[in-house]
Nanobody
Framework: QVQLVESGGGLVQPGGSLRLSCAAS????????MSWYRQAPGKERELVAF????????NVVDSVKGRFTISRDNAKNTVYLQMNSLKPEDTAIYYC??????????????WGQGTQVTVSS
């Protein structure tokens, strides 16, 4: 089965950095685009970053441009989100997401369990 396991979240001061990792298994990782989403309390889950299957193209939402970088290592079946210059408004649960329907299910994509990022002084 598709499995996505996030790690690297935690508490950081404003201006600090974190690197989130998402370890993938149960599918051919290099065949799928991946994304990071986040959900702050009381808000809708929002797309933060996207990366193509080969890693040749990426995109991040305007609010994190210049601060966040998405990358992947297909040899390690892992996608990363490097977060620099963190702001309190970045506080959220961050989720890894595999783009594409999950075989044998009705899901349009696959979610990780999420990892909490808290930016506070």
């Amino acid at each position: 089965q598709v499995q996505l396991v996030e790690s690297g979240g935690g508490l950081v001061q404003p201006g600090g950095s974190l690197r989130l990792s998402c370890a993938a298994s149960g599918f051919t990782f290099s065949s799928y685009a991946m994304s990071w989403y986040r959900q702050a309390p009381g808000k809708e889950r929002e797309l933060v970053a996207f990366i193509t299957s080969t890693g040749d193209s990426t995109n991040v939402v305007d609010s994190v441009k210049g601060r966040f970088t998405i990358s992947r290592d297909n040899a390690k079946n892992t996608v990363y989100l490097q977060m620099n210059s963190l702001k309190p408004e970045d506080t959220a649960i961050y989720y890894c997401y595999r783009v594409g329907r999950v075989p044998g299910t009705r899901a349009f994509g696959s979610w990780g369990q999420g990892t909490q990022v808290t930016v506070s002084s």
